[in-house]
């Protein structure tokens, strides 16, 4: 059997098909994580996406051919 801390409280969870909630303890601790991701609170590092309507973001064209 496998045991786990909550994200949120850091309860020891038993990692079983019984347990709903798994990795949390509880419904309560999983609408508080679900809570911090809507308000940001947690984010995953990576690039912004450039504005396709930003002229800026687009290479300036070649030069004229003589």
Do not use: H
């Given at each position: 059997?496998?045991?786990?801390?909550?994200?949120?409280?850091?309860?020891?969870?038993?990692?079983?098909?019984?347990?709903?909630?798994?990795?949390?303890?509880?419904?309560?601790?999983?609408?508080?994580?679900?809570?911090?991701?809507?308000?940001?609170?947690?984010?995953?590092?990576?690039?912004?996406?450039?504005d396709?309507?930003?002229?800026?973001?687009?290479?300036?064209?070649?030069?004229?051919?003589?």
């Open positions: 059997m496998t045991v786990v801390s909550c994200p949120t409280c850091s309860k020891k969870v038993e990692w079983i098909e019984a347990n709903k909630y798994r990795p949390f303890c509880s419904e309560r601790c999983k609408q508080i994580d679900l809570g911090a991701w809507a308000e940001e609170k947690f984010v995953i590092p990576g690039a912004v996406p450039a396709p309507l930003d002229p800026f973001d687009e290479p300036p064209p070649p030069p004229p051919q003589r």
